[in-house]
């Protein structure tokens, strides 16, 4: 029984796979966050050096991106997946031998680099190996694996921090991750190479059977940038990315300076907001799959949970004229699980846009440019904001403002789900 679930579900055990690479891909992307608290006083940086560097990994992101999406159609999630994770991994272990402000900014350009084309490559992976009413589900599940690494990230380097200093951290990341890369690399294929499919499997896939043209990517490319729909998913996911850099880079130093969390209580705390954020997107992503399985249409099915979790995200405002520090860590936590429902939205809208298998990952690496042009904006923003006036309530406002932006983009900017042109 149990070895012929098994046989019939490589898709899931794809998504498992997804789903611990993006743990690792996240406890890869926000130590740094936690690591600033020692790394501030070893490299006696001012609140705007720190935003540049917990903003620097966004810099190569977004540089990448594109390109990375490309790639991703061009030579297929199995090579790009992998390679994705062997070259993240090595810059991040280069962040582990940095003396200075300058190398550890140039190890998370490197680092931002090199994680670019994960996200389109899962996009994809979605699209050829789940139906329709289960994409909800699986980009629920992948990308769950974010906050999983938020949540274990801050204990863990925190011990690793208190008891061996920042650079620990970095070095096992870096160890996890190239383990990942080899395993990707040896197991996963496209549905239609896979020989040990079943033809229960085979038959609720969408496996393409022809080969699908080549399109030539820089007419893709800017196609697709005058395209109304892409614009309105590409601001909305950059309003969506502007809060959330804030919870995965300033977040502890917030919990520190305007709270008086101890840095132990930060590693403990800190694991709250991701944890509950983690059972919102998965129940999300399943009423999604749902409304779809009973027939009801697409767009309202993607957009209504995604801007309801947009709008009520916005309550983070609230939180800076709470005057327990429980209530403040309420709405916060309210504020990121909101937030995070959005993502099965946001990360299977790709795959409803797209004409063929061919074009997720670019959609997907549009998308993810201009939302990760916030995660250059954003820590830089407030780290300037906490220099000017001495405390986190107009970034915090700031950050609770742009989430309704985005929930409007994605409501009245992009309209209809389906196919563009």
Not at 114 to 121: D, K, L, Q, V, Y
Request: hydrophobic share 50%; proline share 4%; charged share 15%.
């Amino acid at each position: 029984m149990r070895i012929t679930m098994l046989k019939n579900n490589k898709r899931w055990i794809i998504g498992t796979l997804m789903f611990l690479g993006i743990v690792i891909n996240y406890m890869d992307r926000v130590n740094i966050s936690h690591a600033i608290l020692q790394i501030k006083a070893e490299f006696h940086l001012s609140s705007l050096q720190q935003g540049i560097i917990l903003s620097s990994f966004s810099w190569g992101y977004v540089a990448f991106m594109l390109f990375g999406g490309y790639l991703v159609d061009k030579k297929g999630s199995r090579i790009m997946g992998a390679l994705s994770c062997f070259l993240w991994s090595i810059f991040t272990g280069l962040g582990a031998l940095a003396g200075n402000f300058k190398v550890l900014l140039g190890s998370r350009v490197l680092l931002g680099m090199g994680e670019a084309p994960i996200f389109p490559s899962n996009a994809k992976v979605v699209k050829q190996w789940f139906p329709l009413k289960e994409r909800g589900r699986a980009t629920a599940l992948f990308d769950s694996g974010s906050y999983i690494g938020s949540a274990i990230a801050a204990p863990f380097i925190i011990y690793l921090m208190v008891t061996f200093g920042w650079r620990y951290s970095f070095a096992i990341f870096s160890i996890l991750g190239i383990i990942w890369s080899i395993v990707w690399f040896s197991y996963y294929r496209d549905p239609e190479e896979f020989k040990s499919l079943s033809n229960e499997e085979k038959a609720i896939l969408p496996i393409q059977k022809n080969k699908e043209p080549d399109v030539k990517v820089k007419n893709q490319i800017l196609t697709l940038l005058k395209n109304r729909k892409i614009i309105g998913i590409s601001i909305g996911f950059f309003c969506y990315n502007y809060l959330k850099s804030f919870f995965l880079t300033w977040f502890p130093t917030y919990l520190v300076m305007e709270k008086g969390f101890s840095l132990i209580k930060v590693g403990f705390v800190a694991m709250i907001p991701p944890l509950v954020a983690i059972l919102g997107e998965l129940y999300v992503g399943y009423l999604t799959d749902k409304m779809i399985s009973k027939n009801i249409n697409v767009s309202f099915a993607r957009k209504i949970p995604l801007c309801l979790g947009m709008l009520i995200s916005s309550v983070i405002i609230f939180s800076v004229f709470a005057e327990s520090i429980w209530m403040a860590m309420l709405l916060l936590t309210i504020s990121y699980t909101a937030l995070i429902s959005a993502s099965p939205g946001i990360w299977a809208i790709p795959g409803d846009l797209s004409r063929t298998k061919n074009m997720v990952g670019t959609i997907g690496g549009i998308q993810n440019t201009f939302s990760n042009m916030a995660g250059i904006i954003a820590p830089i923003m407030t780290g300037f904001l906490l220099d000017r006036t001495g405390s986190f309530v107009v970034p915090i406002i700031l950050s609770g403002v742009i989430a309704i932006l985005g929930a409007i983009s994605y409501w009245f900017i992009v309209g209809k789900l389906e196919p563009v042109v």
